[in-house]
């Protein structure tokens, strides 16, 4: 998959897509049933499938002191997407640039003269344009005069209830990730490279992989079961693992993070990119009398982990 940022620099065999719009948080189920028709006319009219989104998300511009709500980095969101088989993704910078553009300006000088595309694709509840201005109906007619179709989909229902990124924020508060997962169609995971911390955990006989949450949604502080897949360096692959995400109250640290425990490997991951699966949440975050209780409670988290995941 390519990486594509700038609009006036797209390769000719990256232009004619039929692509999907918009910020894609989590690509959940929704996100994918809106993706799918843009691949699937890809397939049939033999042009690239393309995703069209932006970075930083539009909210992160607009409400830059509300509370961390993203799902996703960047980083993950685009490992996700290719796993779905994207060709091309169209990560369009959301600058004063871009946000200063009426829907016709959008619609032409990003969507057709940019990128070229043939198709677009946008959820029925799609707004784009200064001030929010167009909706499914204005890009459905301003893509009859510049020359590419337009679908507009329908919201994905589950028991009743549309399936949305909010609703997947809710379920991970709640400690909930199965739920979240069946959501997304995928677990909940949190990509980034090994930071380096205080090493209490090799001491206490649990190296872990620090990961920072800058930025992202904070599900419930506590123990997971988790995946894990190393991404980069010379110890690629896959490991089951249990991990705590919170605050680390034994040691009076309050920066939420991630710490994650890789069950049978031995290496060096400092500086290596992990994404880390939420798979069940096993028991909210604590404070123990003394060293030895932590110890022993890690034990039984690592125990209840692996019977987890076997």
Same mark, same amino acid.
């Given at each position: 998959?390519?990486?594509?940022?700038?609009?006036?620099?797209?390769?000719? #065999?990256?232009?004619?897509?039929?692509?999907?719009?918009?910020?894609?948080?989590?690509?959940?189920?929704?996100?994918?049933?809106?993706?799918?028709?843009?691949?699937?006319?890809?397939?049939?009219?033999?042009?690239?499938?393309?995703?069209?989104?932006?970075?930083?998300?539009?909210?992160?511009?607009?409400?830059?002191?509300? #509370?961390?709500?993203?799902?996703?980095?960047?980083?993950?969101?685009?490992?996700?997407?290719?796993?779905?088989?994207? %060709?091309?993704?169209?990560?369009?910078?959301?600058?004063?640039?871009?946000?200063?553009?009426?829907?016709?300006?959008?619609?032409?000088?990003?969507?057709? =003269?940019?990128?070229?595309?043939?198709?677009?694709?946008?959820?029925? %509840?799609?707004?784009?344009?200064?001030?929010?201005?167009?909706?499914?109906?204005?890009?459905?007619? $301003?893509?009859?005069? $510049?020359?590419? =179709?337009?679908? $507009?989909?329908?919201?994905?229902?589950?028991?009743? #209830?549309?399936?949305?990124?909010?609703?997947?924020?809710?379920?991970?508060?709640?400690?909930?990730?199965?739920?979240?997962?069946?959501?997304?169609?995928?677990?909940?995971?949190?990509?980034?490279?090994?930071?380096?911390?205080?090493?209490?955990?090799?001491?206490?006989?649990?190296?872990?992989?620090?990961?920072?949450?800058?930025? $992202?949604?904070?599900?419930?502080?506590?123990?997971?079961?988790?995946?894990?897949?190393?991404?980069?360096?010379? #110890?690629?692959?896959?490991?089951?693992?249990?991990?705590?995400?919170?605050?680390?109250?034994?040691?009076?640290?309050?920066?939420?993070?991630?710490?994650?425990?890789?069950?049978?490997?031995?290496? %060096?991951?400092?500086?290596?990119?992990?994404?880390?699966?939420?798979?069940?949440?096993?028991?909210?975050?604590?404070?123990?009398?003394?060293?030895?209780?932590?110890?022993?409670?890690?034990?039984? =988290?690592?125990?209840?982990?692996?019977?987890?995941?076997?």
């Amino acid at each position: 998959m390519r990486i594509l940022r700038d609009i006036a620099a797209i390769p000719d #065999d990256a232009r004619g897509a039929s692509a999907a719009i918009g910020n894609f948080d989590g690509v959940h189920r929704g996100h994918q049933a809106v993706m799918s028709i843009a691949r699937d006319r890809a397939r049939d009219a033999d042009v690239p499938f393309g995703i069209v989104t932006f970075e930083p998300h539009p909210r992160e511009v607009f409400a830059p002191d509300a #509370d961390p709500f993203r799902l996703m980095n960047a980083e993950a969101r685009a490992h996700r997407l290719e796993k779905l088989g994207v %060709d091309v993704l169209y990560e369009l910078p959301f600058d004063a640039r871009m946000i200063a553009r009426t829907p016709e300006a959008f619609a032409r000088e990003v969507l057709s =003269d940019g990128l070229g595309l043939s198709h677009a694709v946008t959820g029925a %509840d799609f707004r784009f344009g200064k001030g929010r201005a167009g909706d499914g109906a204005a890009l459905e007619a $301003l893509g009859a005069q $510049l020359g590419f =179709d337009v679908t $507009l989909a329908s919201l994905l229902r589950e028991q009743g #209830d549309g399936i949305s990124s909010t609703r997947i924020r809710q379920a991970l508060s709640d400690g909930d990730p199965r739920l979240a997962a069946t959501m997304l169609g995928h677990l909940h995971r949190i990509e980034g490279p090994v930071l380096h911390g205080e090493k209490r955990g090799r001491q206490l006989g649990y190296p872990t992989a620090n990961m920072s949450m800058d930025g $992202l949604h904070l599900p419930r502080f506590g123990v997971y079961a988790v995946t894990v897949d190393i991404t980069t360096g010379p #110890d690629r692959g896959s490991y089951g693992g249990v991990a705590s995400l919170g605050v680390r109250p034994m040691f009076g640290v309050n920066t939420p993070n991630l710490e994650t425990f890789l069950f049978d490997f031995k290496g %060096d991951l400092y500086g290596q990119h992990l994404s880390v699966g939420l798979v069940e949440f096993l028991r909210g975050e604590e404070r123990f009398d003394g060293i030895e209780a932590l110890i022993e409670q890690m034990d039984r =988290d690592s125990d209840r982990a692996r019977a987890v995941l076997a």
